[in-house]
């Protein structure tokens, strides 16, 4: 599907700023937006939006489909009269700079689960009403997921392939009797997802209302401990005990003589197809009902992935197993239209799966960091890139550009000199000017390269198990200058629409 020409910025939502220790969907979600349109910038992307569990990664989330309750703003729930403004005195306390999720969470779950017992108590006639509509319309995947998360807490936690043989395979008497005990569990994590969930829209209108789209993120494999495989355990390789019998991850090369095991089950496609992969179709029709276009992360694996033994140890041992292949997305089409979708072709990619997304219309995706270890024909640099593309200066798993810079091979910060005819200063806006001014239709930054912030700002080190995903901004870190000047850019290189001509004048003393 092709993008007009635009650009956008990265941020997930945690990463805002406020003072209740995470980023919410109130009105500091709000100024955000405010932010962008002021820049000119007619995208944001964020990642998945799914609840999170063990490493507070977004990318392994308890569900593909529910939204993450620590992202509901609480003065909204103040507002509503749920909570008292002097309850929310324990939030306030935590460190603002960063997200510490270890006083975050207890702390956040019990004012939400204050708040939902006060609703129940209190909720008006129109207010259940409303919620049961929510309830209704969400059937699908919501009576599940919440009967997951209040079973999960009865069980202290444990994840659901240690549960009883009887829960763990959903026997139709245990998940009645479930459902009867933990009836109160379940009502609760309804309420917090109709709350997320009307959060999130009205955002996402106010987005609109400024011309502004959202990118979302889909993980193209599920959490092990999900609602997703636990209620469909039909649809992945698993044993009679729940337990995976192969698992994700993908081959040595060179940055790894090990490969990486990430131990996401593996679906059996075979079985998908039995339905016409009516799974998938779901899960992408459910994100579009709350994002505008939709990166899919690992989307070589459609055309073949990695296969690891479950009791392997590492990715050494394991086998490439052909995908779905054309077959899921013809599925997707033909039940959806045309897919809004970026795919992540990251890596060492195969001729079938370039084919495989120019065959559905699908953008691939460029980073600006990887062009400069090589020559002249690296597919990374600019004057190589087709339009239909979305370039990058760095992802959430790359260091800040400033921080990857100050690190590189001195052989790739001379061929950026030289790129760019440009010194050292200021690398973080010069490699921004170069992605705008690519043919590429999609221009993508994240927060912290457009605040030319080093590596203490970086959201993710991929194969390390803490301190990831917790940075935040501050309004304090803006100048005053980044957002007229991002507009310059997007003015000149033809990325913000309607726009005439030059708004501010270019000034490299500024940056």
């Not at 932010?35 to 964020?46: D, I, K, P, S, Y």
């Not at 909204?76 to 270890?102: I, K, M, Q, S, T």
Request: net charge negative; aromatic share 12%.
């Amino acid at each position: 599907m092709p993008f007009p020409r635009r650009s956008g910025v990265l941020l997930h939502p945690t990463s805002l700023p406020g003072p209740y220790g995470v980023g919410e969907l109130g009105r500091e979600a709000v100024a955000w937006l405010d932010f962008l349109e002021q820049a000119g910038q007619r995208l944001w992307q964020v990642m998945p939006l799914g609840p999170t569990g063990y490493g507070d990664s977004p990318y392994q989330s308890f569900s593909s489909f529910a939204g993450n309750h620590y992202l509901i703003a609480v003065e909204e729930l103040v507002a509503e009269g749920w909570l008292e403004a002097g309850e929310l005195a324990p939030l306030a306390a935590l460190p603002r700079e960063r997200v510490d999720y270890g006083a975050l969470i207890p702390a956040k779950l019990a004012l939400l689960e204050r708040a939902a017992g006060r609703f129940e108590e209190r909720a008006t006639a129109a207010q259940r009403a409303e919620l049961g509509a929510f309830r209704e319309a969400e059937a699908g995947w919501l009576a599940d997921y919440a009967l997951f998360m209040a079973l999960k807490e009865a069980h202290g936690g444990a994840a659901w392939s240690d549960w009883e043989p009887e829960l763990r395979g959903r026997e139709p008497g245990a998940m009645a009797r479930a459902r009867r005990e933990a009836a109160a569990g379940v009502r609760k994590h309804e309420t917090w997802q109709f709350w997320f969930f009307r959060q999130w829209r009205r955002l996402r209108e106010q987005a609109h209302a400024r011309g502004i789209q959202v990118i979302g993120d889909v993980p193209i494999f599920v959490a092990l401990d999900s609602a997703d495989a636990w209620a469909a355990p039909e649809l992945f390789h698993f044993d009679a005990q729940g337990r995976p019998t192969v698992v994700a991850g993908v081959p040595p090369d060179y940055f790894s003589a090990t490969g990486q095991r990430w131990g996401n089950p593996l679906y059996d496609w075979e079985a998908m197809a039995r339905d016409g992969y009516r799974w998938w179709v779901e899960r992408v029709r459910a994100t579009l009902a709350l994002v505008d276009i939709v990166r899919i992360d690992h989307f070589r694996g459609f055309a073949a992935y990695w296969e690891i033994p479950a009791a392997e140890p590492t990715a050494v041992n394991g086998r490439w197993v052909q995908g779905p292949g054309q077959a899921l997305f013809t599925a997707l089409t033909e039940a959806l239209g045309a897919l809004p979708v970026i795919a992540e072709d990251l890596g060492v990619i195969t001729p079938d799966v370039d084919e495989l997304r120019r065959a559905n219309g699908l953008p691939g995706m460029k980073v600006l960091q990887f062009a400069f270890a090589g020559d002249a024909d690296d597919p990374y640099l600019p004057h190589n890139y087709e339009r239909e593309c979305v370039v990058y200066t760095g992802t959430h798993d790359n260091d800040t550009t400033a921080g990857w810079y100050a690190q590189a091979p001195e052989a790739e910060r001379d061929l950026v000199r030289r790129y760019l005819a440009r010194d050292d200063r200021n690398v973080a806006w010069e490699l921004l000017r170069l992605a705008q001014a690519s043919v590429a239709d999609t221009a993508i930054a994240p927060l912290q390269d457009v605040l030319g912030l080093g590596s203490e700002a970086r959201m993710n080190t991929p194969g390390t198990a803490g301190g990831n995903w917790t940075w935040r901004f501050a309004w304090e870190d803006v100048p005053h200058w980044v957002a007229p000047q991002l507009r310059e850019l997007a003015t000149l290189y033809g990325r913000l629409p309607g726009s005439g001509g030059v708004d501010t004048p270019y000034r490299q003393s500024q940056l």
